[in-house]
């Protein structure tokens, strides 16, 4: 498996799946022009036909296959089912509460 990374990446990480422990390798990074690429070892293969890039806030580039805000949206959406909202916490009248018809800028 081959990968390309922009030409300013000098490091990247890998995670394949989240329950995996990440681990660490050092591999060759060939260039070609301006263009830089890695060859992965098999154990760090995706089974896609395309990833994600970016850069975390350490400025390492990073390679996924979900999206990180998708990531964070399925993360989100899993402690949401995890919570335990009584019923008592909202009537019915509470929640559906319907729509105010005012100009929200009126008095600025």
Not at 37 to 62: C, K, M, Q
């Amino acid at each position: 498996m081959l990968v390309t990374l922009p030409p300013d990446g000098s490091f990247f990480g890998l995670v394949n799946k989240p329950a995996e422990v990440a681990m660490e390798r050092t591999v060759k990074i060939f260039k070609k022009g301006r263009r830089q690429a890695v060859r992965l070892p098999a154990d760090f293969e995706f089974d896609t036909d395309s990833v994600y890039i970016r850069r975390d806030e350490y400025g390492n580039v990073v390679l996924s296959v979900k999206n990180h805000r998708e990531y964070h949206r399925d993360i989100f959406l899993n402690l949401l089912k995890l919570t335990d909202v009584p019923e008592s916490f909202l009537s019915k009248e509470e929640r559906n509460q319907g729509f105010a018809d005012r100009d929200p800028f009126e008095g600025m």
